[in-house]
């Protein structure tokens, strides 16, 4: 086996060395309970306790009480003062300490966030224990033992905000560091009540490198890689987003973290109710629109919680409801004119004309001898190879191919007659149109939550349902009519348990599934009629309902005529164990999850055609005659796509002075990449014949092939991520220090360098584009020399259940070749991962306002990248570039122009200009992880509550 050309550059780094393996035994001997990437749904709380004097109090006993459940924990101070929660529910805590000797303290209103570690250091005075000091606590609080980054949404504020839609995913770019961006590199599946899926760039990484995670469990979309489901806003207590440095029990993403934690009940039993209601009555008309658009949409739904044992088990439920109809304004579109629907394009006619150079006109003209008799058939009079479509002042037919820029019907194709009615006329002006149509939803979510106090721990069982019906009326095309129906339903069940085993240790344990199934398919009753009716011929089957994706410079029409669905499943099972010892708070575990993604129906099964105005210099003239730039069309074959992902840790919070705080830790992981279980993907080495499928083009493999697993790339496990950072508090006694950095626990300097491992994209199926340009009606035929390329689909391809000791010779590859958009992964991948570092100052002034800057940056590798696989050659290119390099009245190679056919004049057929697989392979994307990345950023936020 040999490489070639570009391929050779992305041979990739050695397996992980004897010492790495040395320290993974060690961490997984340590190792005595697993923990998750994504399993804290508690904070902690902790502190030092001194007297007046400024001496350690050792042997206080330090009470946190939750004040909605009633549910209190106890522990001890050590010799040195010090205390710890490392492990609380998120809620409104009491802490009060006693010691014989010293006044009662007590410190109310804690607010507990998910993921956040408090400080409460308190001092005692002497007096009777009768006697009891309240201080009411800061509604602001400076992390001072923490050196992740991000921020906290409370309910309250979730609510409050206006938000259309009430997802809140709509606030996570809020937040220093998050922007809202789509690049339009990943396939965005419908999610939970289709709404806003997540998908943002957080510290410079990809939007699809974000981690999404309920009461502790994952819910992402594997596909998107947003999230899955979206519960109700009334029903979540708090989201909070790590944006940079997150410890070493976080991983598999390269972004952002997203922890939500629901609602859970109380002791007390307490309801509420909804009804938002928004319509078009005071709306304005879109400038470009000749009304107003239509807008009903209703929203409403309530919650409920409250105790079924007082202090023992609670229940929390939500229901929600939406109701929405609103008018999508197809904004101005630019559509044929009248006149340019009856074949005029006298006004036009500049664009039929290109320019002369030394005396040879360099403008669009016929191509391929049998095109020009095609024509010559179709309109009556003679049309050679070269000829010009038009050309200044062209009269007569002996001049041009269409004089005066006229193009009479005679020579329309047979579709064009009978789809024109779908391409709608000017409304706005000569050439433009601007429309609306209804786009509804129907969306019913609901989910419940039980908490229960027992002997074994606190155990939470939580549900989530959600079921929505949406019809999109411009599904494929940018002109309303050709719509799609989504039915969707996405599920979550999450089962927790928090076990104390003495003041000093805790455990989490949890089991997590997710299922996210969707399925769209035109409204029933089909959209238009079938497509031998429409003047298609050769296309199998042909009566399948429905109008062909056509598109065109500014506008498309048509419909995939197939369906597509897809069922997402995840299965997950993670526990994390915490200890106390002396200065150091502990924690090791690890976290797996198993991936499903099943597939139906993502590409265009019977075709789709593009119209660029690559024959004639103007789209709308192309699709008249019939002359397409080319044609894609799917396999439709069912994906059975699968991956497992496997991490473990151990991380330490080292107290090292009363200020300071060191935080370290590692983690190693592996993550598969994608395999489809009927090993239906395919990846390209250059040289290599398959022994799977021995008729297959030389270097098209597919697993089970020598070298190839299933996963195309191998499962690399010398993945590291090694965590490091400090978090310092200033303590000035006096002058302007003070003035400046406040008194103590009012500052903080953080500085914190991360790695984290990010787990790829799934693979793609198998497609086939014309490999040169066809004839609309005909669309196996290709139009410059008439051979006829074959049906391609659909095709049992590949086979299922073959292997080099079972092979199938029964496919006739020469009907697929040169295969083309048909993706590979790259054979030699790993896993991308990203350095993240940090700086920040904390400061808080008053009980309410906190200042924080930081800077951030992030740097990353691996990156997966979308490369060429099959490049032209520059100088086979050069050589038929000029006219009179080749045969009279053929095609030169210009830009673009890989697949092109050429006759040079010295003879001989050039059957396209790649180099790395000539002749039987196109143009085929390659997923290599070999992009890299920089982000620097200068962060700030300021909050008062």
Known sequence: MSTHGPLRKLDLARPASGSLCLLLAATLITSVAVSPAWSSVTGSISGTVKDSSGAV????????????????????????????????????????????????????GLALDATVALRVDATLQVGAAAQEVTVKSATVHVDTTSTQMGEIIGGVKMTTLPLNGRAYTDLLALQPGVV??????????????????????????RESANGFVVNGGSVQESTSMGTSIIPDLDSIAEFRIITNNGEAEYGNYAGAQVYVVTKSGTNQLHGSGFEFLRNSDLDARNFYSSDRGILRQNQFGGTVGGPIRHEKVFFFGDYQGMRRTIG??????????????????????????????????????????????????????????????????????????????????????????????????????????????????????????????????????????DNYNHLNPNTSGNVPGFSFSTVGRAQNFNLGDTKSFGPTSINEFRVNYVRNSFTTDKPVGGVGPTLSSQGFTGIVPGGVQGVEPVGFNTFSIGINTGYSAQTNNTYQVLDNFSKVVGTHTLKFGANYHYDQ???YGFSFR??????????????FADFLIGAPANYLQGAQLPMYTRGRYFGVYGQDSWRYRPNLTLNYGLRW??????????????????????????GAPTGWVFPGDPGIPPTLAPTRYNNFAPRIGLAYAPNASGGLLQKLLGRSGETSIRAGLTSFN?????????FWVSPVPPLFATPFIDRATGNNEGQRFPAPLPPLNVSPTNPDNNIDWSLLVPISSSPGFYYQNRLPYSEHYSLSIQRQFGPNTLLSLAYVGTQGHRLLSDLESNPGNPALCLSVSQDSQVLPGTGTCRPDGENGIYYPITGGVINGTRSVFPNTIGSNGYFATMGNSNYNSFQTSLRHT
Request: glycine content about 12%.
């Open 57 to 108: 109090v050792p042997d206080a006993t330090v009470t946190a009480l939750n004040t909605g459940t009633g549910i209190s924990q106890s522990v001890e101070t050590d010799a040195v003062g010090f205390y710890v929660f490392p492990a609380l529910p998120v809620g409104v805590y009491d802490v009060t300490i006693r010691h014989a000797g010293f006044k009662e303290y007590r410190e109310t």
């Open 180 to 205: 809202a961006v789509n690049a339009g590199t990943y396939s965005s599946q419908a999610v939970s009540g289709n709404l806003n899926s997540g998908n943002l760039s957080v510290g410079g990484q």
């Open 328 to 465: 999508v304004d197809s904004g101005k579109v630019s559509v044929p004119s009248p006149a340019e629907r009856s074949g005029d394009f006298s006004a036009v006619a500049d664009q039929l004309t290109g320019p002369t150079e030394n005396g040879v006109y360099k403008g669009p003209v016929v191509n391929g001898g049998y095109w020009a008799n095609q024509l010559s058939k179709a309109l009556g009079y003679p049309v050679t190879p070269g000829e010009p479509y038009y050309t200044t002042g062209c009269t007569s037919s002996s001049q041009c191919v269409f004089p005066n820029g006229q193009i009479p019907q005679s020579a329309w194709a047979a579709p064009v007659k009978n789809l024109m009615q779908y391409i709608p006329l000017p409304n706005l002006g000569p050439d433009f149109v601007t429309s609306a149509y209804p786009d509804t939803l129907r969306d019913d979510k609901w989910s419940g939550r039980i908490d229960a106090n027992t002997a074994a721990g606190m155990i939470s069982g939580y549900y989530f349902w």
């Open 597 to 599: 993604i099943t597939q």
């Open 606 to 619: 019977n075709g789709d055609f593009t119209f660029d105005g690559t024959e004639t210099g103007i789209d």
């Open 669 to 694: 992981e592996f993550a598969t990449p994608w395999w489809e279980t009927h090993n239906q993907i395919e990846t390209l080495v250059p040289g290599l014949q398959s022994r799977i499928f021995p």
């Open 758 to 766: 990010e787990v790829g994209d799934a693979p793609y199926g198998f």
